[in-house]
Every structure is written in C-alpha cells, then in structure tokens.
C-alpha cells in the first residue's frame, strides 16, 4: 500500500517540511530631530515599521559611541527625546521609553525574534552611552530600574532561554545586562541580584554556547560564552560580599564558567583571572568559603590547562595567557586566605593525635610497636588539603618549568601532599633516559627533596609527644621514584648530565636526612626511646632506598679529572656519607689518598685557569680533607711516586699560591690539627700554630716568587722527618734551652728539625744548592721573626739564628749582623686577632679603668635595635570595624580578635565601649560557628569582657589583663601547646579575673610543667606577655607590688640568674627591664626597690659573652640616665655613682 498524501481543508497537497524562514535585513533613515527619534520608536504594530524605528535608532547611537558623543547636535537630539521619554515624577511605577518597552512585548507577545533582540541592543548601546557623562545618568538608572520590573524581568529571562542557535537574541541581552549591573559604578547591583530568578536564568548554559568555526572568534562579534563570561565578571566586581557569595555558590555557574576557557580569545581570558583574582582571590571582605567554592578541584584543572594554551601572541612587554594563569595558581594554591590551602599538621596525617598517652611502660616495651598508626600509612594518607592533593596529580611538572614550580611551591606551603602525591602518582620513573622529559622529572624531584622539613614536624610551638610516621619522613627525603635500582643506574650511566643529576639530588637528600635525624635527638622530647628508635628506622629505610657506598666510590672514581663541577658533587656526597651515615661509608674500604693527592697535585702546578674552578677544585679538596680526617690510615707526610712532595707540604702549597679572596679556612684548620697531632708546634691553645710559617711563606712569594719554589723541597724534608720522630726534636729544644742558660721557653719544633737539615743543604755543591741557600736565607730570618711575634722565646730563636747562619750564603755577615728581626708583622694571616669594637659598640667616656683598658658597651642606639620591641597593644581602631565580615578561622587565625582585646586598654571611653560590645559579639559569632575550639575562644572573650564591663568607665583595662588575653588566644588556637591545660584550667576556675594579679605568673613560675620538660618554652611565653603587658605607670605599680611570692620583678630577676636558663631567654628578660625604663619613673623604681644597678653589674661580671656583657653594660648606663638621678644620690646618701 503507498503512502497517503496530506491534503488541506481545501483539498490541495500540502508540503511537510517546514517552511524556509527568511531574515530580512531592516530599513533605516538618518535622524535629525527628537521629534523625528520619538515618532520612529512609537509603538506599531507593524514589525517592519518597529524595525525600522529600532534600526535607525542603533545607527543613530553607534555614531554617537564612535565619537564619544562628542557630537554636540546629536546628543541634543537624544537629551531631547529623553526628556520626552521621561514618565511623570509622581507614577508609582515609573517606565523609560514606554513605546521602546511596549514594542519588546509586543515583540515577545508575537514571537517576533528580530524586535526580541533589536530592543536589548538599542538598550545596551543607549546605556553604554549614557554611562558616558555625568549629566545624563539619571536617564541610565531610571531605565536599569525600567529594567527590573517584572515585564522586563520576563521577557529578559524569555531572550536569555531562547535557544541555543539564537545567539543574535541572547548575546544582545547579556550585553544589556552587563551594562546594567556595571552603570554608575554597580548603582543598581544590589537590586538587580534580587532579581536573579531571572537575570541567572539559563547563564550556566549560555556560557555553553561557544563560538564555532575555523576562524578565530572576532572581538567586536563575540560569542554567547564571552558575553555570558563578560557579564558574570562585572557582576562580581560591583557585588556586596553576601551577594557575591551567593553567586559563587551556584555550582553550574561555576562550573560552566572555567568548562571552555581554553578556547576562549586571549582578551577573555585575560580579564577572567584578573577579575576572578581582584575580585574573589584578594577580597578581603569575601569569606574563605565562598572563594573555596570557585576553586575546586576541577576549575583549577581547567585554570591549569592554560600553560598549553596557543590562541595568545603578546606582545613583548606583555605577559603570556601561561604567565597570568601561573601567578594566579601561584597565589590561589599558595595563600590560606584565598579558601583553598587549609593548615595541615606537616608529617603527621590528618587522622591521628601525636600527642596520644601511651604509657611510658609499654613505650619502653614495645617501642614504636606500641604507637598503633606507625606503620599504617604505606600505601595512603589521609590530608586536610583534599583539593590540592587532587589537583596536584594533574599537573605535569617534567614537561613545564611553571608547574614545576607550583607543584613545588604547594608542596612547601602544604608538605602533607608529598607523600600522598608521590604514592598516587606513578605514571613516570626515575629510570636513567636523556631526554628532555627525564631532565625536567629529575629538576623537578631535586627542588621537592630541598624543601625544608616543618618546625618540629608539624605546625606547632614545640615537638609532639609521639614522633611522625617513618614512611612520610622518608618520602619527604627521598621520594619513592628515587629507589635503590634507579640511583644505582643513574651514577653509574656514561651521561654525565645523568649522574650529576642523582648526585646532586642525593647531596640534598643526605643533608635533609641529617637535618631530620638532629630534629629526632632533640633534647625536648619527653619519650627520647622511641624517638631515637624512630630515627633509626629512618636511616635504615634511607640506607634501604639510596645506592650502596661502593656505587658512589665508583661513581666518584669515574668522573673525568677536567669535570670540576661533578668531581665537588661527588667528593661532597661522600663527606656526607662519611658524616651523616658513617655506619654505612665504613663498610667499604675507601683509600682517599689517591685522589687527595691528585687534587693537590693539580691545584699546586696551578692547572686551573678558571677563578670558578679554583673555587670549585678547593670544595672539593675540602671534602677530601674531612674524608681523610675520617680515616686513620691517611699518609700525610708520604710523597707518592707521583708527587714530589708530601699531602701535607702540598697542601700548604695551595694556601700559599691560592689568590687573595678566597676563603680557605677549612684548609687551615685541618693542618692545624694535624700540625699539632704529630708534634710540629706546640700544643698550647695560645700559639698560633703554623700561622708564622705560612705568613713567611706568603712574604717571601710575594717578595721573591722564584724563590719560594727553592724552599719547598727542604721544608718537605724537614716537616717529614720532625713527623715521623717528634721526640727527637723536642729534646733538641731542651738542649738549646739548658745550651742558652734559660729556666724555661720553648720554639716550635719544626725549627729545630730545619736546623737540624740546614747543614746539609749548605754541604751540597753547585750554582743549585747555593741558590737554594740564598733563597733560604731570605726565608729563614722571617720565620723566626713571626715565631718571636708569635710568642715563642726570643733568646732561642736568637740562638737558633746563630747556629743557622754559619750554614747561610753570608759572605759579608750581613744575616749575622741583623739577627732575628724584631717588630715583623702578620700581614696575611692577622695575629692576635682583631678585637676591635664591633659595629654598634664604643667606649665610654664613664666606663671603669680597669688593667689599663677601657670597658666596651653597646651605644643607645644599637641598645634600641637589641631590646626595644614594638608595642603588641598598639591601638588599631578599624578593627571595629574589620571584624564583622571574618569568619571564625579568620577571626582567630589573622588577629582581628586580638587588635579588638587591645582596643579596651585605649584611653579613650567611647573606644572601649564599643570594643566591649563588638568583642562579646564576636563571641557570640564563634560560638555558632564550627571552629574547634569555638568554646575556649568564647570562654576566653566572655571572662575578659566580664572583667572589663564594670571597670570600663573608670579607666583603660590593666595592660598585662589584655596583654594575657591576646597571648592566650594563640595558646588555644593550638591544642598541642604545653600551655593549653594551664590555661583552659584558669578559664574554668570563675567568670572574672582579679585586676590586682598577673595571670598564669605562679603556676609557670613555681610549678612543673603539665606536659613534658617545657618550663622554658613556658617561661618565654610568660615573659612575652609580661613585655607587651607593660606600657605604663599602672602597670609598673602591678610588677613591683609586694605578693606572697615577691614581687613580680624580683621573681624574674631570680629567674634571670638561673645558670640553665640560655641567651634567648636572658636577653628577654632585659627586654622586660628596658621596657621599664621606656616608662616614667621606671628606672628610678627599679633601682630604689630592686638594686637593678648592682644585679647588672653582678651580672656583667660574671658573663663569658662579652656581647652580653656589654648589653649588660649598656642597659645599667641607660637606667642611670632615665632615673632622677638627684633623688637616688639622696636615697643612697651619695653612695650611687656610675
């Protein structure tokens, strides 16, 4: 059967496919008049007409934006239709451009898409231009406010739900809209968000609509999605927070606004991350959740997507789409109050307690077998910092130096993430392989193994009571791409770029390693077994993961002698060996004598033209040094068949020939010691060693060069042999000393031992052997003078001198007549040393005589720098103000509650009233908020406004009250303080606190601590809030008020005495005393009451540190100036004089 036609009513066949809809492009005439402007935008029911009254209008005001309405004819033209436009001032719902309003719903009414878009053009455009003149934005806001009555708000929200192929209707309305929102600097923002049932209406989805085609989309006809973008950002930026929060948190907006953002033009993407970060990023007043709900997980993905973006060509001075989307991921990921970083606790997971009581019994029983979670986070780790450590794993940090970089800073601000990160991301390993991926895998593992470990493994004031899992300390020092094969692979592949590589990522990891082994001996922790256990299993698995000592011997042996740069790597790896793992370097048999007397060899010939390699040959001929200084078998005084000079005379070759600058310390030192090991100079602490024999040394190759190399074969020779038999030498010096008639003295043995050599030399025949005397008759006769100025006896050097000359080239008994010379210099090498007054410090004109020398003190100034610390109650009045828009974290975690508790020690009444009432209404606002630990902060804000409500009219709070209260805010803020109990249990013993007494003063001072050994940490605490506690007269009378303790001051002062108590905490006790003197009669009270006069004096007598001692000084000559000084010379009956 075939098909049926379809018929008509009339019978006729009648086509099923829909009819072709034609666009015809509207008419327009030019504009002259008002009159003419009000006749065209009349309303018809004509659709041709309407369009062409519309089109006109258009034309008419694009001519006047492409002049800036500058067009004085035109303008008046528009003014006076305004004008004409204008409703009555006394309509209750006054409409703009009625006709303009009834043709949009006659249009909507109709179906008519060409007037549905023609309207919110002509709108957009007109708008624009009003915004332009101050003159006529009455105009603007009355047609925004036309705008949002509840016709327009349909048909807007009919056009913004027009289909997706109709983007001529729906880019004209958020071109409108946007334009709205942003007129007269966001006037009607506010309103206008009210009514986003329909201005919202369908943006997630026209942010959706993208431009399609080969071409790159124009700026001046731009998509659906730009518009849609455009408009959500002007929102954004003329917003209230709340409003601003509400927008954030629609979830389809958000998502859909980063969904296409690597296809969006350069200029879009531009003012996207400059919007999103001025205006959600770096908005203060924005909460931290709100901004957390833009940045999620997968908008940061997308955001990072952008380092590949290809649309932009900048210019030069301009910066990259890759370089803004890079700042904005830096500050976004990298600063907590942009809503995403939250405060991990470091090593330790998120699920566990680091201060859980296990018994000490079961401690020492099952060490770490007894902490339940040791062991339980192989495999994964839960973190606080949920988006990041998702976030992460998208990065791709070997292919871009800019991910590299944020991946690593998130990891410095969030070390939690690395071992989660590492664990869930094995997509790429450390397997030896030259490419450019490798290289930026291996510059990438080399910057996260430098990150610093956390202060004491969390983020705490002190070292928790149980130490951090092992698994996440080692994957913080030697993440698990970097196993045992792929290192071992890596140093011994023929790349050199390969083996420098894990050379040097194992130098840092070795060096992290000891860092974190010193953080596990720290002598504050209470459970020292299992933290000692703990660092024994991190070597262990360290030793387990990183190649053997014999690979890296290897390793070493094969670098080329020209590689200098490898060659330090290299030695400096196995000196950490040597001196962080020696357990492990002592397994194999490691003879660095070959490779220090290469080293040596190649800086004495001078075979290094390169300053920076000199440099680099010294480091590492300082790592061979304390490699040797390792291993008792070290031939110093052995010359190889090689060399024509022993280790030890080459090494003072190279301090004599190394140029000026550069710093050869070490070197000095390790021949000191094996100077005096072997008995070349005498042991006694005050001689300076072979600083005489390198200063003549270094005098006589610069005044004689050729001369210099004669010397060193004789005093190879002599050092050799007053090594290898010291005994002998020394009794030859006893010998001079009875010869010259001397009851004591004594000179280095190595003279005695050239001496003794000296004869031979001189029996020697040939134009050689004399010019070798000459040369050592220069040398010989500044030795001895350095000697003399060095300390040793003159008369035996004198007699020393004399035996020598009769074996010197001196013909005409010149040598013999000059003698040792006397009032030489140490020009080089500086001795004594300088112990000229340090910056800051002079002598004063007061100071006492003693022995001839002046006594040294610091000046007022440097006095100041050392002791004077800011005002911690220093009056901050916009907190009244700032406060309000903080969340509770906020709140507590950034001050503001703080700068609020100071504000009740300020003069004025008003002032303290009103933080009176905002700090019980902060109170208020943490306690219904989810903080922590909202109940202690609510209890400690209550009881302080409790105390201060019936005092608040009499005077300013006591400073030490507020001063306690801003200092235990922090206390409570981390549970894991040693000072939580204390103060929790003095918040619990009633609501008020006695305005007479200091706080928590008795139960630091004269009780033990609840947790652990912290009475020093508490000690610092308690002084740091005594400090900021006194400001002024009233305060003082608190600190010198007699108690059944003592005085405050006095109990300090005896604190201060402690002989365990160490430099830190001694300097804040005179912090606490300078702060005193700042006040009036301060000085003059401390001396009547206390005799801070003498203590200083007492104390400054008895100090070893003379920086200390003259703060000590410093401090007494001040209090004696800022005293009444009249009055104490009364007091004391003229006894009192400085």
């Known amino acids: 059967m075939g098909k049926r036609s379809s018929r008509g009513p009339d019978g006729a066949i009648v086509p099923r496919k829909r009819q072709k ?36 209008f258009k034309l008419f005001l694009d001519e006047l934006l492409s002049l800036d309405g500058k067009d004085g004819d035109r303008f008046r033209i528009l003014r006076g239709f305004l004008d004409a436009a204008k409703p009555a001032e006394d309509d209750e719902n006054p409409v703009y451009l009625p006709e303009v309003m009834q043709t949009w719903s006659y249009g909507g009414q109709t179906n008519n898409d060409n007037i549905m878009s023609a309207v919110p053009v002509v709108l957009a455009l007109l708008l624009k231009l009003l915004s332009q003149s101050l003159d006529t934005v009455q105009y603007g806001l009355g047609i925004c406010r036309t705008l949002l009555q509840k016709r327009q708000q349909e048909l807007i929200a009919r056009n913004l739900a027009a289909d997706k192929g109709k983007a001529f209707i729906i880019s004209p309305t958020l071109r409108m809209l946007r334009e709205s929102v942003s007129f007269d600097g966001g006037a009607i923002a506010r309103p206008l968000f009210r009514a986003r049932a329909s201005m919202l209406k369908s943006l997630a989805r026209n942010m959706g609509i993208v431009h399609v085609g080969d071409e790159a989309e124009d700026a001046k006809r731009p998509s659906t999605r ?51 970060r001025s205006h959600v990023l770096l908005d203060d007043k924005l909460p931290r959740e709100a901004k957390a709900s833009l940045l999620t997980t997968s908008t940061l993905t997308r955001l990072s997507a952008l380092y590949q973006y290809r649309l932009d060509t900048p210019a030069e001075d301009e910066p990259s789409i890759a370089d803004i989307a890079h700042e904005f991921l830096m500050t976004a990921c990298t600063n907590p109050s942009c809503g995403v970083l939250r405060q991990d606790s470091g090593f330790y997971p998120r699920e566990i307690d680091p201060n859980a009581a296990i018994p000490s019994a079961q401690l020492d029983d099952l060490g770490l077998e007894a902490i339940v ?12 910092n949920y988006a990041l450590s998702n976030f992460v794993l998208n990065l791709r940090p070997w292919s871009s130096i800019k991910q590299a970089e944020l991946l690593t800073s998130i990891f410095r601000v969030a070390p939690e993430i690395v071992a989660p990160y590492f664990l869930n991301n094995k997509s790429f390993t450390f397997e030896p392989k030259l490419s450019a991926t490798w290289i930026g895998y291996a510059a990438f593992l080399f910057n996260t193994v430098t990150l610093p470990i956390p202060d004491y493994f969390c983020r705490s004031t002190g070292f928790p009571e149980l130490p951090p899992p092992t698994s996440i300390v080692i994957d913080n020092i030697l993440p698990p791409p970097l196993n045992q094969k792929a290192l071992s692979r890596c140093l011994a592949n023929k790349s050199n770029m390969i083996s420098f590589f894990a050379t040097r990522i194992l130098v840092v990891a070795i060096e992290k390693l000891d860092a974190a082994i010193k953080m596990h001996q720290d002598p504050s922790h209470s459970s020292k077994t299992v933290w000692a256990e703990a660092a024994r299993r991190l070597v262990d698995e360290f030793c387990q993961r990183s190649p053997g000592i014999k690979d890296m011997i290897n390793a070493y042996r094969s670098i080329p002698e020209g590689d200098v740069l490898q060659r330090e790597a290299a030695s400096r790896l196995l000196r950490l060996c040597y001196e962080v793992l020696p357990q492990v370097a002592l397994m194999a048999k490691f003879d660095v004598s070959p490779f220090l007397e290469t080293s040596l060899g190649r800086l004495s010939k001078q075979e290094v033209d390169d300053c920076r390699d000199t440099a680099l040959s010294l480091k590492e001929l300082e790592n061979l040094l304390a490699i040797a200084g390792y291993s008792p078998g070290m031939r110093w005084f052995a010359a190889s068949e090689a060399l024509s000079l022993s280790p030890f005379t080459l090494l003072l070759k190279v301090c004599v020939d190394t140029p000026d600058g550069v710093t050869l310390e070490t070197i000095r030192q390790v021949l000191n010691f094996v100077a005096v090991e072997q008995q070349l100079v005498p042991a006694d602490e005050t001689h300076p060693g072979l600083l005489a024999l390198l200063e003549a040394l270094q005098a006589l190759r610069q005044s004689a060069p050729n001369s210099v190399a004669l010397v060193w074969p004789f005093l190879d020779n002599c050092l050799t042999r007053c090594a290898n038999a010291p005994v002998k030498y020394v009794e030859k010096m006893q010998d001079l000393v009875n010869e010259a008639g001397l009851s ?53 050097l004198d007699l020393l001198f004399s035996k020598m000359v009769t074996h010197l080239a001196d013909s005409k008994g010149k040598l013999a007549k000059a003698g040792v010379p006397e009032g030489l210099r140490f020009q080089h090498n500086p001795w004594p040393p300088v112990s000229e007054a340090r910056a800051g410090e002079t002598k004063h004109p007061a100071a006492s005589q003693e022995n001839g020398k002046s006594e040294v003190i610091l000046d007022a100034e440097t006095l100041e720098n050392t002791l004077h610390t800011p005002d911690g109650l220093e009056a901050d009045n916009s907190a009244l103000t700032k406060w309000s828009t903080k969340t509770a974290d906020e709140l507590v975690d950034e001050g503001y509650l703080t700068s609020l508790m ?68 922090n206390v409570l803020r981390d549970p894991l303080s040693s000072l939580y109990p204390k103060v929790n249990t003095f918040l619990t013993r009633g609501p008020l606190w006695n305005l007479d007494r200091l706080p928590l003063v008795d139960e630091i001072l004269s009780k033990e601590p609840i947790v652990g050994d912290t009475f020093y940490a508490q000690t610092n605490w308690l002084l740091g809030y005594l400090i900021d506690g006194l400001r002024t007269p009233r305060d003082l009378d608190l600190f010198h008020k007699k108690r059944a303790k003592g005085p405050i001051f006095e109990r300090i002062l005896a604190l201060a005495v402690n002989p365990y108590l160490r430099l830190p905490l001694r300097t804040h006790v005179l912090r606490l005393l300078y702060r005193a003197t700042c006040i009036e009669g301060g000085s003059t009270t401390l001396t009547t009451r206390f005799g801070i006069l003498n203590w200083l004096e007492a104390r400054q007598a008895s100090s070893t540190d003379s920086s200390e001692a003259a703060l000590y000084g410093a401090l007494r000559w001040r209090i004696w100036e800022t005293c009444d000084q009249g009055r104490l010379k009364t007091w004391s009956r003229g006894g009192l004089e400085i």
């Open 21 to 56: 809809v034609v666009h015809e492009a509207p008419t327009s005439e030019e504009i002259h008049a008002s009159r003419q402007l009000q006749q065209l935008l009349s309303f018809s029911q004509d659709p041709v007409r309407a369009r062409h009254g519309l089109q006109s």
């Open 226 to 276: 730009t518009n849609a973008v455009l408009f959500f950002l002007s929102a954004l930026r003329f917003l209230h927070p709340e409003a601003k929060k509400e927008l954030l948190s629609q979830r389809d907006i958000v998502a859909a606004l980063t969904r296409d953002v690597k296809q969006d033009p350069p200029y879009v993407v531009r003012e996207l991350l400059a919007g999103l």
């Open 373 to 384: 979670w040791m062991n339980k986070f192989k495999n994964e780790v839960p973190v606080r």
């Open 744 to 796: 004591g003295g004594s000179v280095s043995p190595i003279a005695m031992a050239m001496l003794e050599q000296l004869p031979f030399v001189a029996a020697k025949e040939g134009e050689g052997a004399r010019t070798t005397l000459r040369a050592l008759g220069r040398f010989l006769p500044k030795f001895l003078g350095l000697s003399a100025v060095a300390g040793e006896s003159k008369p035996l």
């Open 902 to 969: 100071a504000l009740l020690v300020s003069e004025h009444t008003s002032i303290r009233k009103e933080a009176l009432v905002n700090i019980l209404k902060a109170a208020a606002k943490i306690k219904q908020s989810e903080y922590d630990e909202k109940e202690q902060v609510w209890l400690l804000l209550s009881e302080l406004a409790e105390t201060a409500r019936d005092h608040i009219n009499e005077g300013p709070l006591p400073s030490p009250l507020a001063s306690f209260g801003c200092h235990a805010l």
